[in-house]
DNA sequence: GTCTATAGACGGATAGAC
DNA sequence: GTCTATCCGTCTATAGAC
């Protein structure tokens, strides 16, 4: 198996030990300090290894941060597709959406996108994926309750409970907190129809 | 952060046409290609100047970029005021919130506030100036329809108008669109409750 | 107020030894 | 695979002439 000289292992994880280092390292720097201290010098520093290394990996640092999206959005829908076999799976997509470090590097990667075009129409196809199988599975739930499409679209509460959870863990990093156990309710209540729960308790009092 | 050294001009805008000069093109850098983007070169140059007189407005960046959100935030305070005494309010506040240069520039923002923290605290002060204006507005609103603020709290419509309106604009500069529209339809329904048309203004409990 | 010149640090990336 | 050494570009910021 010949390698080109320039074609090096960008390919994906658990093939390298040093590789995967990588790749952890840049997303917990991007997490703490920002994507624009991820440089290749402290990613290197922060793996234990020299920089030159780095680009022996991920020739440009754009291929680096791929790679850290990737992987992330790759356990992010493992993750949702476990929530939706969940017995609550409404309980547990909540909880998945609402995972602090996944919306924080989740705005980073935004931001990076902001400058970098090829990083920006992955994050555009990872959000299409995402809400694909998101509403497909709240439209089966919504059809085993009975509801009309019409009266309230599976792709709706996918997109609310996304705009909800994710600005509320952004007000939350930044230390705003008020409100926010109302607008929860809100969603609650939005979403406890697609609830089908195994011994149907209700503890709402209307 | 260097103080005390040199105290320059860093303070409010009008004063001076090329610090002013100096903000707007700082603004549109960081639109066009976000904040990473907006270095002392680049603003100097969109702003027609020499890289070293920025230096003379902004000792240092971050004084620059503080400059930025503030007139901003201030002109937005401005704005929401004016749309909350609108004769539609909900209307106005909505696309008040719906600016897509608006919602940019906040993104920006939070991505930098990152690793900058001394943008952090101003934006976090920013925020909870501006909701709790509208909170206190969507209060007397609610009151005059009559609802109980324990059935709908005004701080949580303030908060989901919030989070429904950011985050579409963020997808939609994404390119992903699908569900906003039914996503805003159940927004409507929630806020449908705290508008009160001109033609329905004789009707006006307590 | 605005400029030229430049210091000094940091960054991406490559060459080539081992 | 990992290293040392290095090139070259860009950045923030300052000094000092005008």
Redesign the pocket.
Known sequence: MTEGV?RR?IDGGG?????DALVRATAQIMLEEGYA??????V?ARA???????????????DLYLAVFREGAEANLKRLKAALADQQPMRAVLQLHSDPKGTALQMEFMALSNHRKAIRSEIAAYGLRFREIETAAFAMLLGARGIDPHDLPAVAVSVAVTCVTRTLVMETELGITGGHDQTRRLLDDLVRQLELRPSQTDHSPD
């Open positions: 320039r292992r093939e390298s030990e040093t590789r201290a991820a440089t290749s010098r402290r290197a234990g290894i020299r920089p030159p290394l780095v680009h022996y990996y991920f020739p440009t640092m754009d």
